[in-house]
């Protein structure tokens, strides 16, 4: 009865064995507490009130999350030295989240490096030289000794206080050594690459130093004919991968808060290869963001908190980790203990098993039994059960990810939220959606991919000079154009009547009392019972004499 009983209790570990975990984790600015010469300032040994101890607190919080996460192999941004690194392994290990094998950078002058740590055996090693200043961060390559092999690589590309220059140096830099590695090889690309996943949609005119060209989308080129490259995909290009973020709805795909502003600068990139169900391949539906309740603060992420010019040891990391899943297609493990060996002797291997084949990619819409709707009965419905066909719809505006389709001037007007960039203002399409929502009255698509491209239109014929006197008739979703007011305490006073003003973007200066602003372009919103008009657009919004 013993030997069946040990033999129920192992055999989870040669099932389990067929999986791997990767997670990826800026953490930070871990630094040592040892001077080396290259801290930033307030990260020198007893000063800023970083000491022995609160070095000794940001290594437990660390590790709470690394060993909460539980990954097999873990990508680190932001770790200043293999001494801060050992630190972290050993007390991982302390507190039972051992991790044996690790790597990191050593670019000489750098302030930080990035790092791995590893459940797994590790075969190979590498930093990928970027450039020769210390702001150009190496990138890491580790082979993982698997069957067959699985290669990782950790990114942390320049921030933003450079131009979008530098990060395409980055990626170039990543580019041309994917090239070089054997044909078949898998891998999966992790890291802080200070880009959001659809940067392009959204570079800002002082970062565009590239005419346009973006490293994460362009260079790594995730995005093809304007959106998002999925799972579903198979696109006719030599080189091109796959960013996880299209696995999660527009609305959900953030792991990075700067004063409230969300984004989704980490990401978790696979080869092609991963997705063909061959070798190893990922699981789909696995990709995520760890967000448990700790991580969090008065609404924005807990992080490592720095106040008053003092580090006071609380607080975790101004990031939160990513995760995907991916299995062994061919029933190998990832790894093998001397307990699996043992097992092999007692636990006889199947044979004949009949090969899966690959999920079929392309299958059409036309398969299932599809509901047919127009923008109008679109917008009765607050959610989807199923996926719909929206048919005859025009882009009357679009500003970065943000859209608004209607199919005529008195028609619903339904908002595509975060999710725009495939399609271009005064196009129109039908629309296969996925997910519909509202939001303070608003009529929301989040998910959805183009069906037909059906022609053009000339946006303006849908879009009517705003007169307040009409306040009441509009709709809500509804672009106006042509506003002019005093702006004071968040409304703005036009012929003797106020309307509440709400703008997605800020500059200083342009909204103080009395300012005389005009608004080219604004939608008609709702908020505590009253219409407002929301700006998204800092082209849309200007200061008049």
């Known amino acids: 009865m013993k030997k069946i009983t040990i033999i129920l209790l192992l055999i989870p570990f040669l099932v389990l064995s067929q999986e791997l975990k990767i997670a990826t984790y800026n953490v930070d600015n871990l630094f040592d507490d040892i001077n080396n010469g290259t801290e930033y300032d307030d990260y020198k040994l007893n000063t800023h009130n970083w000491n022995s101890a609160i070095f000794k607190k940001k290594i437990k919080n660390i590790a709470r999350v690394i060993c909460e996460v539980d990954a097999d192999v873990i990508g680190l941004q932001e770790v200043e030295n293999q001494h801060a690194l050992e630190v972290l392994q050993k007390w991982l290990d302390r507190v039972g989240c051992k991790y044996r094998y690790s790597a990191i950078t050593n670019k000489k002058g750098g302030a930080i490096q990035v ?8 075969k190979r090693i590498k930093s990928i030289k970027v450039g020769l200043k210390s702001s150009n961060r190496d990138i890491l390559e580790v082979t993982l000794d698997t069957k067959p092999p699985l290669t990782i690589f950790v990114n942390h590309w320049r921030s933003k206080r450079a131009s979008e220059s530098a990060r395409v140096r980055d990626a170039k830099a990543l580019a041309r050594r994917i090239k070089k590695l054997p044909k078949d090889r898998e891998y999966i690309i992790v ?6 996943y659809n940067e392009c949609s959204n570079l800002e005119d002082k970062f565009n130093d590239t005419g346009g060209i973006c490293g994460i989308d362009t260079i790594l080129k995730t995005y093809y004919k304007k ?13 091109y991968n796959y960013n996880l973020w299209s696995e999660l709805d527009p609305h959900k795909r953030w792991s990075y808060s700067f004063y409230g502003k969300k984004g989704a600068i980490d990401s978790i990139i696979i080869s092609p290869n991963l997705n063909d169900n061959k070798g190893w391949h990922y699981k789909k539906g696995s990709f995520g963001v760890f967000k448990k309740s700790y991580l969090f603060k008065r609404g924005q992420i807990n992080r490592w908190e ?12 101004d990031h939160l980790p990513l995760y995907a899943t991916f299995i062994n297609g061919k029933s190998e493990p990832k790894y093998e203990s001397l307990l699996d060996k043992f097992w092999k002797l007692f636990i006889p291997t199947k044979k004949g098993v009949k090969k899966l084949e690959p999920l079929e990619q392309n299958s059409t819409k036309e398969k299932q039994e599809i509901e047919v709707l127009d923008i109008d009965e679109l917008a009765k419905k607050s959610t989807l059960n199923r996926d719909v066909l929206l048919k005859d719809v025009c882009v009357v505006f679009k500003r970065g990810d943000i859209g608004v389709i209607k199919s005529s001037k008195k028609s619903s007007a339904i908002t595509l939220y975060r999710c725009a960039e495939p399609v271009e203002e005064g196009k129109c399409y039908d629309l296969w959606v996925f997910k519909k929502k509202r939001y303070y009255k608003i009529d929301e698509i989040t998910n959805f991919k183009i069906a037909k491209v059906k ?3 000339n946006p303006n014929n849908f879009i009517e000079q705003f007169d307040i006197e009409k306040l009441d008739t509009y709709k809500i979703g509804d672009i106006v154009s042509n506003i002019r007011g005093n702006y004071k305490d968040r409304y703005l006073k036009i012929n003797g009547k106020e309307v509440r003003l709400f703008s997605k973007v800020k500059r200083r200066g342009l909204f103080k009392k009395g300012s005389k602003l005009f608004i080219k372009k604004a939608q008609i919103g709702y908020y505590k019972g009253e219409k407002e008009l929301i700006v998204y657009s800092l082209k849309d919004i200007r200061k008049e004499n």
């Not at 790092?115 to 590790?122: G, M, T």
């Not at 720095?306 to 990391?317: A, F, L």
């Open 455 to 457: 022609g053009a239109i």
């Open 227 to 239: 959106r998002l490259i999925t799972l579903d995909d198979k696109p006719n290009l030599d080189f």
């Open 306 to 317: 720095y106040k008053h010019s003092k580090h006071t040891g609380y607080g975790y990391s």
């Open 115 to 122: 790092a791995l740590l590893s459940r797994v055996k590790i």
């Open 191 to 196: 890291g802080d690459f200070n880009s959001r």
